[in-house]
T-cell receptor, first 115, second 114 residues
Framework: NAGVTQTPKFRILKIGQSMTLQCAQD?????MYWYRQDPGMGLKLIYY???????DKGEVPNGYNVSRSTTEDFPLRLELAAPSQTSVYFC??????????????FGEGSWLTVV | AQSVSQHNHHVILSEAASLELGCNYS??????LFWYVQYPGQHLQLLLK??????LVKGIKGFEAEFIKSKFSFNLRKPSVQWSDTAEYFC????????????FGTGTRLQVFP
């Protein structure tokens, strides 16, 4: 019963380094999302995808890139890490919040620190 | 731009006290509404949701929320809290014009003391 799986759970990066946060879901959901959570700021949408091959920007996309080559995977890439990207990152998936009764499911989060 | 406001940033209660957490949103059209809970060190879990019908929605663990359209509100309530309810609570709104993005409030941290 995996649901949404994120790796790594914790990572420390140096300024200017790059890395990819992995996200996989096994529920055959079309929709996938990346959020970041900062203290007192709630969750902000970085990027989302409505299906394989389709991605779109959310509220705070700068400094990030995504790809969606398969239904299951939605990796988030940080190209040049900056201290402002220190945050907790959550991946989520769903059938599409617009459909009545459906909701989105979150992964356990990835704690990223940029020093 | 659409926004979600949670005015209670930090709430401290004793066990058995009643709880009400406020949530207001700014979109004037039809909305879908959600409350999520995040226990310490865990991911977000859905507490309850409103799509249509009865504006009083019951969720898991004894929580309920009431959608008041005229007030643009979706307040979360629980008549008697437990220590295990200590968590952060997030209200989220999906404006119906926008297909699949949730807009989250800033969250309310609830601490319940025995």
């Amino acid at each position: 019963n995996a649901g949404v799986t994120q790796t790594p759970k914790f990572r420390i990066l140096k300024i200017g380094q790059s890395m990819t946060l992995q996200c996989a879901q096994d529920m055959n959901h079309n929709y996938m999302y990346w959020y970041r959570q900062d203290p007192g700021m709630g969750l902000k949408l970085i990027y989302y995808s409505v299906g394989a091959g389709i991605t779109d920007k959310g509220e705070v996309p700068n400094g990030y890139n995504v790809s969606r080559s398969t239904t299951e995977d939605f990796p988030l890439r940080l190209e040049l890490a900056a201290p402002s990207q220190t945050s907790v990152y959550f991946c989520a998936s769903g059938q599409g919040v617009g459909r009545s009764g459906n909701t989105i499911y979150f992964g356990e989060g990835s704690w990223l620190t940029v020093v | 731009a659409q926004s979600v406001s949670q005015h209670n940033h930090h709430v401290i209660l004793s066990e058995a006290a009643s709880l009400e957490l406020g949530c207001n949103y700014s979109y004037g059209g039809t909305v879908n509404l959600f409350w999520y809970v995040q226990y310490p060190g865990q991911h977000l879990q859905l507490l309850l949701k409103y799509f249509s019908g009865d504006p009083l929605v019951k969720g898991i663990k004894g929580f309920e929320a009431e959608f008041i359209k005229s007030k643009f509100s979706f307040n979360l309530r629980k008549p008697s809290v437990q220590w295990s309810d200590t968590a952060e609570y997030f209200c989220a709104v999906k404006p119906n014009y926008n297909t699949d993005k949730l807009i989250f409030g800033t969250g309310t941290r609830l601490q319940v003391f025995p």
